[in-house]
C-alpha cells in the first residue's frame, strides 16, 4: 500500500506514518488519517485549506527532446547535454562536459549583464547584491539547471517559505532539545507599524562544547505587557520547545514588567549589563548635558546642510586630514555618545575652521573643547566593557564579578542570608569556573573560600550521564608506559581496587571535592585563549565540574543578541514590504537567523583552512561581529 501511494502526486505534499495509519502535513503540520486506504483526505484538505498550492509540479515545464534533436545531439555530444522529463530515461554514462565548463559567449554575457544592471536599478537593490553570498550560490545552481522556471510569489511565501521554514525549526528543536541546559535572553520591539514583538534567543553548549545561539520566535505580541500576561507568553514558548526544565536563567533589561514576570515563572532572572552600563553612562553625561547639547547641534548642522557637509570634507582635505563625516547622539544607541565625541575630535581643526566661516554662532569655547577631551578617556572604559560583554560566541559572564553585596553580607557577619544574593552566586561560580580568572576575581578571601564550598557542593551532586567517566579514555601518558599483564591474573586486584577508591571515589561528593580541588590547582589560561575549547580538552578528566560547566557557561551577560534579531527584523520591515503579515515576518526572520549562523560557519571553516594552508598564527579567540541598536 505504501509503494502504491508514492506514486501519486499528493506525497509530495504529505508525510506518510504508516503504523499509525496517518500522514502529516507538509504545509500545516495537519495530522490526518488514511486508515481507508484512499487519498480521497488528503485531496479534500489540499483543496479545502492549500488552494493556492498546486496538487501537481506544474511549475516546471518538462522537455521532451524531438527524434531530429536527439540525432543532431549524438554528433555533437561532446559539447552538449540533454535535458529529458522523461522518467524512463537515465544517463548513466558520463561525458566530459560535466567536468569542462566551455566560457559563454561574449555576446551572452554582455545580455546578462545588461539585465544585472536593470535588475539592480529598476527593483531598487543595493549594488553589494552581487557579493551577497546566497545570491551567488542562487545564480550557481540556476546556471546548472536550464530548464528552471521561477515560482510566483504565491507559491514562494504560502509554499517554498513555509515548507523551508518547518524543516529548519525541526532541526533547531533537535539540537536545543540535545543540550543539558540552557538560558534565555528576551527583549519587546516596536515596528514602524505599530506592532509590537517580542523576541526569544535560547543559548546552549553543544556536543562540541561551544556556545550556541538559536532563535525560538520573534513574535507579534497583541496582549498587553503585563507581568502575568508575558509570564504566560514564555511558558508557552518553553512548552514549545519542549525545554521548560532546562532553563537556568533569562536575561533581560530593567524592565519592572519583565523582571516581574520572570519572578511569576520562578526563574533565575539575570539584568542585561550592557543595558545597565548604558543606564550609568546617560545618567553620568547628565552634567555635562549644556556641552553635549552644542555639539549635537554642530553634528546636525553638517548632516542637515548639504554646503556645510562639502565644506567640511574639502576643509580636511586641505588639512590632509582623513574624510570622516560626524555621528550624531542617539539616545537609544549605546555608546553613541562617545561615538560621536570622539569623532568630532578626530576631526577638531577641520570643524573649527568650517562653523567659524559658516556658523560662528555654534562655535565651541576652549572651556568645551577641554570637557570634550577629558571625557573621552572617562567613557572609553564603558565603550570597551560594553563591546566585549556584548559577544554570542564566547563565554561572558565570568567577566562580571559583582561581589559587592557578598562583601558587605560578610562584613556584617550574615552568612546566614547568603541564600538571598544568588544572581551573585551565580557571577561568582561562572568566574571561578573559567580557567582565565578562577579566584583572582575576588578582592575578599573568606568570600571565595564560601563560594568554592558551595561549588563543592554543587558538584558532589551533580549526576553523570554513563559513559562522561574519565576512564572512557585513557591519557597517552598511561598508554605508553602500560605494562602487558595477565588478565585473569588476581595479583594485583586488591591493589587496584584500592588505588580505585582513593583515584575515583564511589561517593559523588566526595569525587566532585576531588575534582574541583584539582582544577583549582591547574595553571591559569591565558585571556585571550577560549575556555570552552579547554574544558572540552578536559571533559573527561573533570565529569563531574564540566557537568555543571555546561549549566553556567550557556548564561550570556548582555540581551543584545535580542537586539540583533530586531535589527534584522527592521531590515525585513521596510518602507517597501510594510504589507508583511506578522507570521510571514517571524518566519523570515528564524531563517534569516539560521542562514546567518550557517554562513558565519561557512566563513570560518574557510579562514581555518586558509590559515592551516598558509601556517598562519592562530588569532586570539574574538567575536568581531558585534552590533547594537534598539
Known sequence: MSSKRKHSPLWTHFTEDIDNKKAKC??????????????????????????????????????????????????????????SASSNIVDSQQSMTQYIRRPPPVRKIEQIDKQLVKMVAKGHHALRIVEETEFRKLIELVSQCPGYKLPSRKTLSEN????????????????VQAAPALSLSTDGWTSRNNDSYIAIVAHFINEETKLHSVLLGCINYKERHTSQNLCDFMKVVMAEWNISHKVAAIVSDNAANILSAVRLGDWRSISCFAHSLNLVVQEATKKICDVLGRVKNIVEFFNRSTQGKHKLAATQQQMNLPVLKLKQDVQTRWNS???????????????????????????LNEGDWEVIEEVLPLLSP?????????????????????????????????EDRFKDIEKNMLYAECTILDPRFKTRGFKNQRACEMVVQALRNKIGQVQLVQGDTPEAVPTSSDASTSIPSNKNSCIWDEYDQEIQKITRP????????????????????????????????????????YAYVLKRFCVVATSVPCERVFSATGQVLNERRTLLSSNKVSKLIFLHTKTSERSASERTSERSRERTNERANDLPFTDSSWELAN
Open 26 to 83: 507538509n504545509h500545516c503540520s495537519t495530522i490526518i488519517s488514511i486508515a481507508g486506504g484512499s487519498n480521497g483526505n488528503l485531496t479534500r484538505h489540499m483543496k479545502t485549506k492549500h488552494l493556492l498550492i498546486p496538487l501537481t509540479a506544474e511549475r516546471q515545464t518538462p522537455i521532451l527532446p524531438s527524434l531530429n534533436s536527439l540525432q543532431s545531439s549524438q554528433s555533437t555530444c561532446e559539447s552538449e547535454n540533454i535535458i
Open 160 to 175: 517554498l517559505m513555509s515548507r523551508i521554514h518547518n524543516d529548519v525549526m525541526a532541526e533547531a528543536k533537535i539540537k
Open 337 to 363: 555618545t562617545f561615538d560621536m565625541l570622539k569623532r568630532i575630535v578626530q576631526v577638531k581643526d577641520a570643524v573649527i575652521a568650517t562653523v567659524a566661516l559658516l556658523r560662528p554662532d555654534l562655535t
Open 382 to 414: 564603558f565603550y570597551e566593557i560594553t563591546v566585549e560583554i556584548s559577544a554570542e560566541k564566547n563565554v561572558t559572564l565570568s567577566k562580571i564579578i559583582i561581589l559587592f553585596d557578598v562583601q558587605s553580607l560578610l562584613k556584617k557577619g550574615m
Open 506 to 545: 564511589d561517593n559523588q561528593l566526595a569525587a566532585g571535592i576531588r575534582e574541583l580541588d584539582k582544577y583549582l590547582n591547574e595553571e591559569y589560561l591565558n585571556r585571550k585563549e577560549d575556555p570552552l575549547q579547554w574544558w572540552h580538552e578536559r571533559r573527561l578528566i573533570y565529569p563531574h565540574v
